[in-house]
């Protein structure tokens, strides 16, 4: 069975206000901590290993 792919869009991510990791389906994660800050982080499986990438500090190293 295929996996449901429900893209975040801006609108739902303004709304949430709940700590906690919210997925789009297709590897894209939200991660909101207690103090409301928000990551992205991408999670892949890579030679059967989980891998969290850090969407926010590659980022900041490629600029």
Same mark, same amino acid.
């Given at each position: 069975?295929?996996?449901l792919i429900e893209k975040l869009k801006t609108l739902s991510?303004?709304?949430i206000n709940k700590a906690g990791d919210y997925?789009? =389906?297709a =590897? /894209?994660?939200l991660r909101?901590?207690?103090e409301g800050a928000e990551s992205w982080m991408f999670r892949f499986s890579f030679e059967k290993k989980n891998i969290k990438w850090d969407l926010?500090?590659?980022i /900041?190293?490629?600029c």
């Open positions: 069975m295929a996996r991510v303004k709304k997925s789009d =389906g =590897g /894209l994660w909101v901590s207690h926010v500090l590659h /900041l190293f490629l």
